[in-house]
């Protein structure tokens, strides 16, 4: 990788550290990310959890809720893990510099760091930007499988899948 490839690739991880964590608390929580925060602080404090099925998944609850232990509890905390992956999605798109070429790969992750979208459920407590998270990762283990057959890319595809139902599907009781 040239030089200025990763200066391009460090600044496009930069952009996304400051867009998605500058001011991550000044907007009120909406309905959805209330509800996600208040089942996530019962479960940090009281150790009380008990899925609903009108809500996501558990990886919500159970991830916000070690946030809290962690960090305490405010808006910004609510919105840390969320901001993670919005943030990882650009690095995890290096993956398919192979597939894409490295400008497509480049030109992917600048898309993603200008899209409204990816940015606001980058700063929003629900599932949806893990999911995308995980359909790169799923997506690239695939790829990689069927590629080149090692057993750890199944091992990933295998990860992904089960991070996103663990985040989507209700759990067993």
Do not use: Q
């Not at 208040?38 to 998944?57: Q, W």
């Not at 969320?82 to 898309?111: E, K, S």
Request: charged share 15%; hydrophobic share 55%.
């Amino acid at each position: 990788m040239s030089r200025l490839e990763r200066v391009l690739w460090a600044a496009l991880v930069a952009v996304n550290v400051v867009t998605h964590f500058v001011a991550l608390d000044e907007r009120a929580t909406s309905h959805d990310e209330a509800m996600h925060a208040f089942y996530s602080y019962e479960l940090a404090t009281k150790g009380v959890y008990r899925h609903d099925p009108m809500m996501h998944g558990p990886l919500v609850f159970h991830s916000t809720a070690l946030a809290f232990l962690l960090l305490g509890d405010s808006d910004a905390t609510v919105r840390v893990l969320p901001a993670l992956a919005g943030i990882a999605l650009v690095p995890a798109l290096w993956l398919f510099r192979r597939y894409l070429g490295r400008a497509g790969a480049l030109a992917a992750a600048g898309l993603v760091t200008i899209s409204p979208c990816i940015l606001f459920y980058g700063r929003y407590l629900r599932n949806d930007v893990y999911m995308a998270l995980f359909a790169v990762f799923w997506i690239h283990g695939a790829l990689r499988y069927l590629e080149t057959r090692p057993p750890r890319w199944l091992c990933l595809v295998t990860a992904a899948l089960s991070l996103a139902v663990f985040g989507i599907v209700r759990a067993p009781e």
